[in-house]
């Protein structure tokens, strides 16, 4: 048993030895190749002669560093490569690795949102309720019909994918707090986690290597929200599934790109190409942080949507509905953006995580 299992063992050692000596070598390589001249760094500019502070230095000098370290991009792939297709580690920063390929975003507090081990205050509670109530008051003035939606977090439609030991406190969620808080004031809310649940019956509706829902969740995400604004915009017709060819492709999600895997780690997916003209179209440059996108139909309603990415799976189906959609990267309600737009709808759209944007700044954690 022995001799035939030492060579074994000997041939495993090689085989991390091998890459490991290749990124000690190439890590010393690049380290004294482009190694920056320190008075270099002395200047405001962090190159020249001219000496400016040394408390600039260390800054300076990391900015240089990490500019002109040759193959420095090259060795944090390879390194997490190594670390995720040879050693199998499941902790990396911002990702933590669940089962049967699925993983999970650990950046902003999100498992600790999904562990509930920081709920909201009753004055949380009581800032979120009077914001809102203020902005519901303000476009209801203006006759502008207001919806805030609720994404949820990934971890919350698909836990049974989550490594073992993460555990959830007795406490309650952000969102449910949220809607206990707001029940009764007469804010239209659309919680889409029940939405998601439904659909993840009949197909994944989130991706495996990306925070975000797939075409299949946003789908069924457009379509909850449509529905919700149809009774007082009856024009607003959502497009069922079935006005979609189905076609599977491949992606390489966000939790990828943020382990230096994008493109090595892929996955399938369900596509949806229309089967019906979409004459909707993207104005060129627009203010920062937006997306502006308008229809010939000038019958359909006006909208300014303020968004998280969770969004960005929605807005091809949805700049099929409005005769100007005004999409906005911000967690708040922008009202002097609001009064230049005149929509007839507002939108406030966040993920589970981000819940806490809506309390005031002064009690904000």
């Known amino acids: 048993m022995t001799e ?34 320190p008075i270099d760094l002395l200047s405001p500019n962090g190159v020249g002669t001219s000496f400016a502070s040394l408390v600039d230095f260390p800054v300076n000098y990391g900015r240089s560093f990490n500019t002109n370290f040759i193959f420095r991009d090259s060795l944090i792939r390879m390194d997490y490569w190594m670390r995720y297709f040879v050693l199998h580690e499941t902790v990396f920063p911002q990702v933590l690795m669940g089962r049967d390929g699925w993983m999970y975003y650990t950046h902003e507090g999100n498992l600790d949102y999904y562990q509930r081990v920081h709920p909201l205050t009753e004055a949380q509670q009581q800032s979120i309720r009077d914001n809102m109530l203020s902005i519901q008051s303000k476009l209801e003035k203006d006759g502008i019909r207001f919806l805030f939606v609720i994404a949820p977090n990934k971890e919350t439609i698909y836990p049974e994918y989550l490594p073992d030991g993460i555990v959830r406190a007795e406490n309650p969620t952000w969102a449910d707090q949220v809607l206990v808080s707001l029940d009764g004031t007469g804010i239209p809310i659309l ?11 009949k197909a994944p509706v989130y991706f495996k290597t990306d925070t975000h829902w797939n075409p299949i969740g946003a789908r069924a995400a457009y379509e909850a929200i449509l529905l919700a604004l149809q009774p007082d915009f009856p024009i607003l017709k959502p497009h069922p599934l079935s006005d979609f060819d189905q076609v599977t492709e491949s992606t390489s999600g966000d939790l990828a790109g943020l382990i230096h895997l994008k493109g090595d780690i892929t996955e399938p997916f ?63 309600v922008d009202l002097g953006l609001v009064a230049e737009e005149k929509p007839d709808v507002v939108i406030l759209e966040l993920a589970e995580r981000y819940l806490d944007h809506l309390i005031e700044p002064d009690g904000r954690p």
Do not use: C
Not at 5 to 34: C, D, H, N, Q, Y
């Open 4 to 37: 035939n299992t030492e060579p074994v063992s000997r041939k495993l050692s090689w085989i991390t030895i091998i890459p490991l000596a290749a990124l000690i070598m190439l890590g010393v390589f690049g380290l004294f190749s482009r190694w920056a001249t």
């Open 191 to 201: 919680d889409l986690r029940n939405t998601m649940l439904a659909e993840k019956e």
């Open 270 to 332: 369900t596509a949806l190409h229309a089967r019906f003209e979409k004459p909707s179209r993207g104005l060129k440059n627009p203010p920062a942080g937006q997306m502006i996108t308008v229809m010939p139909d000038q019958a359909l309603p006006k909208a300014v949507i303020f968004r998280d990415s969770f969004f960005n799976g929605l807005q091809p189906f949805t700049s099929e509905h409005f005769s100007r959609v005004v999409y906005v990267s911000d967690f708040s």
